[in-house]
């Protein structure tokens, strides 16, 4: 059974950092691609950042030199730190795997507000 749990989410000033997690289960973690997406209110959900699992990493424009993605397979877990954040940040972000579908975690809310 695929499980993807993020966390790490919260609210934030402008200009400050959070680091989301995602924990993942159920498939061979390593020998995947891995992706961040994120959805505001009102909007689609949105591409943010991938990582493959050889380590190579792609970006939207809009996040790309503020936020790195990253991973840990020892510790099955898929990681996104986002720095400089801005207001038109907020969303829920949600972890995503894809094998023959597409898995989804539950999301994580990241409000960047003052």
């Known amino acids: 059974q695929v499980q993807l749990v993020e966390s790490g989410g919260g609210l934030v000033q402008p200009g400050g950092s959070l680091r989301l997690s995602c924990a993942a289960s159920?498939?061979?973690?390593?020998?995947?691609?891995m992706s961040w997406y994120r959805q505001a209110p009102g909007k689609e959900r949105v591409f943010v950042a991938a990582i493959t699992s050889g380590g190579d990493t792609n970006y939207a424009t809009a996040v790309k030199g503020r936020f790195t993605i990253s991973r840990d397979n020892a510790k099955n877990t898929v990681y996104l730190q986002m720095n400089s954040l801005k207001s038109e940040d907020t969303a829920v972000y949600y972890c995503r795997w894809v094998w023959a579908t597409a898995y989804w975690g539950q999301g994580t809310q990241v409000t960047v507000s003052s």
């Open positions: 159920g498939f061979t973690f390593s020998s995947y691609t």
